[in-house]
């Protein structure tokens, strides 16, 4: 049965001796969501592809970002209509593919008197907006009076409040989004490996044809001989284009952005909230994400390294600020935030005058002389389209290599990810529930896996323990880390904890009760040494310090 289809680390392994031992069409450098969408699209079209993550699938950006897959209704203020107009139609295409990970919600965006942008301009960017999207978004927006938005909202400013917009876009789970992409691609025939970093390039003739790869976990090194590298590097593409070419100069200008989780009852919000900063005047989201918020984002110039970047105590004040301002009943404070996620996007460097939050959010594909692809820029979003027209690009070099026929376009937008399969959320419910799963487990599973739901199912069949809640009243259940590990590619603490399950974010301590139970099962399923085990444990911790330094800024 496809959805028990094992993506485990034996897959890893033969993928990786796979692709050092036979040359592939493809070599794609990097596995968050660009990368994933490119080795899905040009194993569709039936190439030897191959692809290659020094961390976790997603543990770049792709894990950081707010969650959004959405037209971008701030980008109408930069006029980037042909942005907007492709996102909407991306948006309409991820509904689609993956309903159980890309979920329609609804937005309020209120105005008050005085504001940057006045009320009958938003009225007409709104119109824009579902002009944009041809009128086929979720819902046409609203415009709401201001009883309406009390009545709506009553957590929110009132002071100055002229109404509001309701209109829609739709949220997801960006980790697992990446991993439904990436595991896709494996079933479409692609060899993928995550911890396996390019440390150098092959250019045995000037041309780049492969790449020297270290398996960052047994420090394992094999070549990889590829007809066409793709840098799908995301904020580390310059670092890659100076493995090609030291003297490249960057393509990037990379913006950070910063996101604090706190409790929904502290701030109250029943919905998604667009609003002004009071503090700056930008677009900012206060999101819901079941009993949490998450406020975002900031948008300032990168002031570290990819690998370095943390949220710092600013980041926090910022957000925290302009949250309360919002919803004056609120009182924030550093102690009241759960979690907190920062990443870089990878922005195309342009006008180096435009302010962090006005630097384009397209994309561009540049191919060096020696031959190296690059795609730059681009949204979680649109991620599907730059796969598209890179793919499109490495066809076509193909073709020139060796004369092979350019193959058609797969139908990428059409083609369900796994457990996007069946549209019916509520059946699949139902189904749970009909198997004895409590309500809440049955939800949580549903959204996380879609119609791959039984295949977890089945492994409490075969072991009633793994049904289990991993806490004691929350909706996580054993079950899943058995998944995560036999067929999501965990291997380590932190991809079950992070990005599988999410209970670093979700629960209290960045879930640190947990990871001595989780190593455990961990080490029988890995076959892990104490050795092993104990540096696991460690390099969780370190993660969970590095994520509350802004705490020991702040001297909370
Ligand atoms: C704060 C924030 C909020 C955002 N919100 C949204 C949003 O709501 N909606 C939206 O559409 N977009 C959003 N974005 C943009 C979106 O998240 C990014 O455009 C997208 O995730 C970039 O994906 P990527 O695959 O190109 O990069 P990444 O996800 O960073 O992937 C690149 C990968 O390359 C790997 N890599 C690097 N060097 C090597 C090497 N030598 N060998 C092997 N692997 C390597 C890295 O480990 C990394 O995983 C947001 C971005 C940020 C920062």
Known sequence: MAAETPFSHQTRAAALSSMAAEPVDLLVIGGGITGAGIARDAALRGFRVALVEKGDFGSGTSSHSSRLIHGGIRYLEHRDFRLVFEASRERRVLLRIAPHLVRPLPFLFPVYRGARVPAWKLRAGMWLYDALAAFRNVKTHRWLSPKQVRRAEPALKDRGLTGAALYWDAQTDDARLVLATMRSAARAGALVANYAEVTSLLKPDGRVRGAVVRDVLSGETRTVRALIVVNAGGPWVDALRRMDDPAAPPLLRPTKGAHVAVPRRRIGNERAITLFSAIDGRVMFVLPWGELSYIGTTDTDADASPDAVRVTADDVTYLLRSANAAFPDAHLAANDVVSVWVGLRPLLGQDPAAAPSQVSREHRVVESAQGLITIAGGKLTTYRVMARDVADRVAARLHELDGRPTAPRPPTDRLPLPGGEAAELDVLVEGARARGVPEATARHLVASYGS???????????????????????????????????????????????????????????ATALVTPVAQRMKKLLGWDEVREAEELVDYFRLVERARMFRTELKI
């Open 452 to 510: 791959e739901t039984p295949a977890i199912l089945n492994l409490v069949d075969r072991d009633r323990a793994l049904g289990n809640p991993i806490v004691p009243g929350r909706p996580e259940i054993w079950a899943q880390v058995a998944h995560a590990v036999e067929r999501e590619m965990a291997l380590r603490i932190q991809d079950v904890l992070v990005r599988r399950l999410h209970l670093f974010y979700e629960y209290a301590e960045q």
